[in-house]
């Protein structure tokens, strides 16, 4: 049987798992070997709905609604994609439907679609007309506009500077296009719960025994005497309705919280000149907002301008289909994600006007899934069942037969049963009594409760990780995670703390000391660097009207680099309108560069590169030296790589900036060719390398060490150079000497890429650091441990980053730094970046074994104890020592507030001194539980 360990007899730590010494953790792991039983899933993460559909019909249920509480819903999930399909195609109808619906429950949402034909409020144009522009992608009606500039006026915002964005302004926007909210679906109250924690067939048959035990014992003995048997299981059952209705309901309320939380997306608008900060909700018609790799598009809209911007719609089309945006293709709808590119966009629709919040408001989201632990604990159950269910049979049989064979005797020792002077009335109730006896037998010997308990046991530590910091997208990460063997963590904002300062630049081959006086370069070098850092750059520098502080924001590295410069002397603004941007190639991890292409006053046209400094360095050919001469860089290279290693070594993370003159007749002409334009690499003049210090996060090298006490190895992934990230490996004590590090505990992502399959699988084990590794080179590092018989967890932040993610056994993504992207294929959200709530998680995830384990051995002793009990008196003496209403209570208190009181149990200091349970948790079984326990509990019962 599954669940069940092989069980070698010894007596097991409850807390521990496996010994440490146990390694035959990797004889079993062949991904794909064994399939016979329906039970042995150990990941349900990408598990297909077939294995999942099989062992719940392997499963012996006797109360479905109760064991699969929880589960995923396989039926309801196809009918969710009918759903999406459906809106699709009547978008339209379906609207009206649910404002008409809305309507009649009270009017609540504001700016409802009213078909005002022109106006709306105190702009020129109607929410109808725009709405019926964005969903039917109508660029002929944008055209009337005006294109975006028209609409723009239309819609009073400046698309550069967007909307005032005053609460008047806001009010107003809000009441003549609606807000970009939609109505939810209501949970279910706690009635619903109660009525369905009623709906379980063996406390229906319960009821059914304490209503004839009820009514019989008044007849028989008085109202005073007779209501006792009746009456306590009556009070029984309610107690477990009660008791399951209010934690169903508790569970319920949480998982609505988090779906709240996890909807309320925050990102940036530009309002009022300046780029702010706002939650999805507070996005109104109007407003513009910037657009980059991995975001979700907020709400409907037009593209404003944007660059090689590629949406993922497949979201909202269920096709798997990347579509290119252009003035040719400039409708965005809500919901869909950035896969590649930068760009801008105007908001025209928001809320239940978008197809996206028609979808959120009509889908409830119950988002149910399956975890191993409750797979197994099923295979368990379901043993368990099976052989309660036998003794039950055979109970009931011997119990029958000893009764009509005149074998029973009332304490007075009158015979119970004698044939032909026994009236009806009492055989029927004395044989209601054995049926009873029977039927709570299969109660308590079915643990119900064990499936139960785990989901209990998640739910509670789930709640204990949102108060450490750490989001639970997927419930089943909770108990993963406490079985993970290795850690997979990127080092920027993870390790560090993400607050960039250039301390170091090189111009030439003069070190500018400090690296923001720019009275010692020419004023030619300042500004083309100016020029360089101002206009190839997705960050923003506002500089406040009355003279406040200077606003720079963007990611950490640009806003290290705009700081830098506007120490330096940049104006942002003026070099901005000073000269044109024809072309942006956006960095990005693969590459690790980016780009763009410039037309000055002058009508020269540049292109401006800044990325990882010895990637940049190898393509250029030259340097401006301190003294602004263009100097050739061939003798010089190793002075600039010696520089490089030097900055990395002291943990520096080293960019580069480099332009360089295209040709007039090599620039495209049209949009067209624009699109399709890769902006020449090569040939470049390097105008200075800075080193930006990012320091290491205060606590995580403690965080580190506590991991290595559980046996858990963390390793470093970064797209950083291999001297920079191993320099921060030994600050925090990922390494622990200089002399460890050798390939391949360090290695390049470049060299892991080459190497065979098996190659890969082999080094993997020993890899420690990887630097400049790209994405994909995580996702090869992660299926390379996984294939080794690793738990893998892996933290990413970037879009890329998605797939390593998703195929990791626990995929953690970064609440503050992590792309939407990344945060959607991940399973924990890390609220606050930082590793040592990584670690927390494991904590949280090792107790959840710990107290399932503890609840295990609690209901197995229990049961086996009643069961034996039973059995041997029932055949030996004909009677059942403990009635019906002693066993009820029995269960009552071990399914349920045993499972309660079990799952809430706070993790010891010890959980963390162990090896983890690794991919095989070995639950304790028959053989393995302590006997002495099992005899005493006999006893006492
Ligand atoms: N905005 C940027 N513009 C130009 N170059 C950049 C920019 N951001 C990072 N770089 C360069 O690219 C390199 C790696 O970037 P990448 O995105 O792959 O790693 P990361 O995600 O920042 O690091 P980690 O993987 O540790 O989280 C950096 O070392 C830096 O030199
Ligand atoms: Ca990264």
Redesign the pocket.
């Known amino acids: 049987m599954s669940g069940f360990s092989s069980g070698d007899g010894r007596l097991q730590d409850l807390e521990a798992g496996p010994s440490k010494d146990n390694n035959d953790l990797n004889t079993n792991l062949d991904p794909d070997a064994d399939t016979s039983d329906p039970f042995d899933i150990d990941q349900t993460k990408n598990a297909t709905p077939q294995t999942l559909k099989r062992w719940r019909q392997a499963a012996l249920v006797l109360n479905a609604s109760r064991r699969f509480r929880y589960t995923l819903d396989l039926r309801k999930q196809e009918e969710k994609e009918q759903r999406k399909r459906m809106i699709r195609a009547h978008a339209q109808v379906i609207r009206a439907a649910l404002l008409f619906k809305l309507a009649g429950e009270k009017g609540i949402v504001s700016g409802t679609p009213v078909t005002l034909p022109g106006a709306a409020g105190d702009f020129a144009v109607g929410l109808e007309r725009l709405a019926l522009m964005t969903r039917d992608h109508k660029l002929s009606a944008l055209q009337q506009y005006g294109g975006v500039k028209g609409l723009s006026d239309l819609l009073k915002t400046n698309l550069e500077t967007g909307i005032y964005g005053d609460e008047v302004d806001l009010l107003n926007r809000k009441t003549a296009f609606g807000s970009n909210t939609y109505p939810r679906k209501k949970g279910r109250s706690f009635w619903r719960f109660l009525w369905e924690a009623w709906q379980d067939l063996t406390l229906i048959i319960l009821i059914v025994a304490a209503s004839v035990s009820l009514g019989l014992g008044i007849k028989t003995e008085g109202l005073k005497e007779g209501w006792y048997d009746g009456g306590s299981i009556f009070l029984a059952v309610l107690l477990v309705i009660v008791v399951t209705a209010t934690s169903d309901y508790r569970q319920s309320l949480q998982f609505q919280n988090l779906n709240e939380e996890k909807r309320n997306i925050q990102l940036e608008v530009v309002r009022g000149g300046r780029i702010v900060k706002v939650s999805i909700y507070d996005v109104v018609v109007g407003d513009v907002v910037p657009l980059k790799i991995g975001d979700q598009v907020p709400a409907d809209g037009v593209l404003v301008n944007g660059h090689s911007l590629a949406i993922d719609e497949s979201s909202m089309t269920g096709e798997s289909k990347i579509v290119y945006k252009d003035k040719n293709e400039p409708f965005l709808m809500s919901g869909c994600k950035v896969a590649d590119g930068v760009g801008t966009m105007l908001v025209t629709g928001v809320g239940i006007n978008t197809e996206w919040g028609l979808l959120m408001a009509s889908i409830s989201e119950d988002t149910g899934e399956e975890t191993p632990l409750q797979v197994r604990l099923n295979g368990v159950a379901t043993f368990i069942g099976i052989v309660g269910l036998s003794v039950a049979v055979s109970v009931l049989v011997v119990l029958l037969a000893r009764y009509f064979t005149g074998h029973t005797e009332d304490p007075d020792g009158t015979k119970q049963f004698i044939k032909g002077r026994t009236n009806f009335d009492d055989a029927f109730n004395d044989v209601v009594k054995i049926f009873t006896i029977a039927v709570t037998i299969v109660v308590v010997a079915v643990p119900e409760g064990l499936p139960l308990a785990v989901t209990l046991t998640l739910a509670y530590s789930m709640r204990k990780m949102m108060a450490d910091k750490a989001l639970v997208r997927r419930l089943s990460a909770c108990e993963t995670m406490g079985s993970a063997t290795t850690i997979c963590s990127?080092?920027?904002?993870?390790?560090t703390l993400n607050e960039m300062t250039v301390v170091e630049a090189f111009v030439g081959k003069k070190k500018i000391n400090p690296p923001s006086d720019s009275s010692q370069l020419p004023a030619s070098v300042v500004s083309l660097l100016n020029e360089g850092v101002a206009q190839?750059?997705?960050g923003n520098v506002f500089v406040p009207k009355d003279g406040g502080n200077i606003e720079i924001s963007?990611?950490p590295?640009?806003k290290a680099?705009l700081s830098w410069a506007v120490k330096l002397g940049m104006k942002f603004d003026i070099i901005r309108s000073d000269s044109k941007i024809l072309h942006v190639f956006p960095?990005?991890?693969e590459k690790?560069?980016?780009g763009v292409a410039l037309q000055g006053a002058d009508s020269e046209v540049r292109i401006h590169w800044?990325?990882?400094?010895e990637i940049v360095l190898t393509s250029c050919s030259g340097y401006i030296d301190s003294n602004g001469c263009l100097q050739s860089i061939n003798e010089d290279k190793e002075f600039f790589k010696a520089a490089i290693d030097e900055m990395a070594v002291n943990s520096l993370?080293?960019?580069a900036l480099a332009y360089r003159l295209c040709e007039k007749e090599k620039v495209p002409t049209d949009e067209e060719g624009f699109n399709g334009w890769i902006l020449p690499e090569d040939n470049l003049v390097l105008l200075a390398i800075v080193g930006i210090k990012d320091p290491c996060r205060p606590g995580v090298k403690d965080a580190v060490k506590i991991c290595m006490d559980a046996g858990v190895k963390v390793r470093?992934?970064?797209?950083?150079?291999i001297q920079?990230?191993k320099a921060i490996a030994l600050e925090c004590g990922i390494l622990s000497s200089a002399e460890d590090a050798t390939e391949p505990t360090i290695i390049e992502g470049r060299v892991f890429r080459e190497l065979s399959d098996k190659e890969r699988e082999q080094i993997a084990k020993k890899i420690t650091v990887m630097g400049?590794?790209?994405?994909s080179d995580k996702l090869l590092l992660v299926q390379a441990l996984r294939k080794g018989g690793d738990v893998v967890a892996v933290t990413g932040?970037?879009t890329n980053d998605a797939p390593a993610l998703h195929e990791a056994d626990i995929g953690l993504s970064m609440g503050i730094q992590g792309t939407e992207v990344a945060k959607e294929s991940s399973d924990i959200i890390i609220l606050d970046d930082n590793f040592a709530s990584v670690v927390k998680v494991v904590r949280w995830g090792r107790s959840v074994y710990a107290n399932i384990q503890k609840f295990i051995q609690f209901q197995l002793t229990v049961n086996v104890a009643a069961l034996v009990i039973n059995v041997v008196a029932a055949i030996s003496s004909g009677d059942v020592p403990l009635n019906s209403v002693q066993l009820l209570w029995v269960n009552l208190i071990m399914d349920t507030l045993g499972a309660l009181a079990l799952a809430t149990e706070p993790p010891t200091d010890n959980l963390m001194h162990r090896s983890p349970v690794g991919r095989r948790f070995e639950l304790p079984c028959s053989c393995q539980f302590p006997l002495c326990t099992l005899v005493f509990r006999t006893l006492i019962l």
């Open positions: 990127d080092k920027t904002g993870t390790l190839n750059s997705t963007g990611s590295t640009e680099i960095f990005n991890s690790k560069r980016g800044k990325g990882a400094a993370r080293c960019v470093m992934v970064t797209g950083d150079n920079t990230a400049r590794s790209s994405p932040d970037g």
